[in-house]
């Protein structure tokens, strides 16, 4: 009996002391002011980076949104943006991403979403990578979390961020990838896939039923009217789009005019549309993969976003 209390009472006193060192610096129920993360991975430190009160404006995203950069939309929009793009996060996850922001932001100048096919899926089904404990708006969630032998081995680099020793992540967000897939594994392969690639003819959601446009709607109502609003579709290299006049393209086209349809019955918020069969989508030069661009088209993306929030976005052209 001795032994059980007494392993109770260690493991209270472990999570008061994880609650109060906070490893993940989330500011939930401890008395530490923002410090900021160490490097690591983005599902790690934008929990610290949602509720870091120098950024009024967000971009949310996955992978595919990591090159938009918050510099360029400061300049133009005279906002403060963060880049919370985590890489493999679905709708599900992106909207929980949001609902953080939005807790300690409660009113944004600017919100920019990230969209793409994984939008178009006929189910949104929780991954199993991403903490949702760690974004989940309840504290008892969060801590059944926070107490896994994955956060002690987190709290070393904790410490070093409270003395001032530590490697600190970018705060801004914004991660040029480059370098990663240029080094990567099967970057040549990629190349050629682009090349020489089968495109995708048959329908995996033959049903067209689209339960993330229902998703991006709650995202964009749970905003103030006052908040500027861009949904982006990335581009994405013609081998990796459906082939046209197949069913796989006839899904696209429905879903994406299901998601353009929630986003221009928002007043004043705009679509920048980089899909398509478009001369940006058809050079692989652009492009590390099927789906990832590079810094060339990253900068035009960019300015279109720029432009999509101050209001003057045109359609995409040839």
């Known amino acids: 009996m001795a032994f059980i209390v007494a392993a109770i009472a260690s493991l209270a006193a472990l999570a008061v002391g994880l609650v109060l060192l906070d490893p993940y610096d989330t500011g939930r129920l401890t008395p530490?002011?923002?410090?900021?993360?160490?490097?690591?991975?983005s599902w790690q430190v934008n929990a610290s980076r949602a509720r870091d009160p120098q950024f009024d404006s967000a971009?949310?995203?996955?992978?595919r949104a990591q090159m938009i950069e918050p510099a360029i939309l400061d300049e133009a929009t005279g906002s403060r943006f963060v880049n919370l793009s985590i890489q493999g996060a679905g709708p599900l996850e992106l909207q929980l991403v949001l609902a953080t922001f939005l807790r300690h932001h409660a009113a944004p100048r600017a919100i920019?979403?990230?969209?793409?096919?994984?939008?178009?899926?006929?189910?949104?089904?929780?991954?199993?990578?991403?903490?949702?404990?760690?974004?989940?708006?309840?504290?008892?969630?969060?801590?059944?979390?926070?107490?896994r032998y994955q956060t002690l081995e987190h709290t070393p680099r904790r410490f070093a961020v409270l003395r001032g020793g530590a490697a600190m992540a970018r705060p801004d967000g914004y991660w040029d990838y480059t370098s990663l897939y240029l080094g990567m594994t099967g970057a040549e392969a990629a190349q050629r896939r682009m090349h020489d690639g089968e495109r995708l003819s048959q329908?995996?959601?033959?049903?067209?039923?689209?339960?993330?446009?229902?998703?991006?709607?709650?995202?964009?109502?749970?905003?103030?009217?006052?908040?500027?609003?861009?949904?982006?579709?990335?581009?994405?290299?013609?081998?990796?789009?459906?082939?046209?006049?197949?069913?796989?393209d006839a899904t696209l086209r429905q879903c994406q005019a299901?998601?353009?349809?929630?986003?221009?019955?928002?007043p004043g918020a705009r679509l920048v549309d980089w899909s398509g069969d478009r001369d940006f989508n058809r050079d692989a030069a652009d492009f590390h993969d099927g789906t990832h661009y590079r810094k060339n088209l990253a900068g035009r993306l960019n300015a279109d976003v720029a432009d999509?929030?101050?209001?003057?976005?045109?359609?995409a052209t040839n």
């Open 203 to 248: 329908s995996e959601n033959p049903k067209n039923v689209f339960p993330a446009v229902a998703i991006l709607k709650n995202m964009l109502d749970a905003l103030p009217d006052s908040t500027g609003v861009a949904v982006v579709w990335p581009p994405t290299h013609t081998s990796y789009q459906p082939l046209p006049g197949s069913g796989a």
């Open 258 to 266: 299901a998601l353009r349809d929630v986003v221009t019955a928002r």
């Open 32 to 41: 530490l002011g923002p410090k900021g993360m160490a490097e690591g991975p």
């Open 59 to 63: 971009i949310i995203g996955n992978s």
């Open 308 to 315: 999509g929030l101050a209001g003057r976005a045109e359609a």
């Open 112 to 147: 920019v979403i990230g969209v793409d096919e994984w939008w178009c899926r006929p189910a949104q089904k929780r991954g199993d990578k991403f903490p949702y404990w760690l974004y989940a708006p309840g504290a008892v969630e969060y801590l059944r979390g926070l107490v």
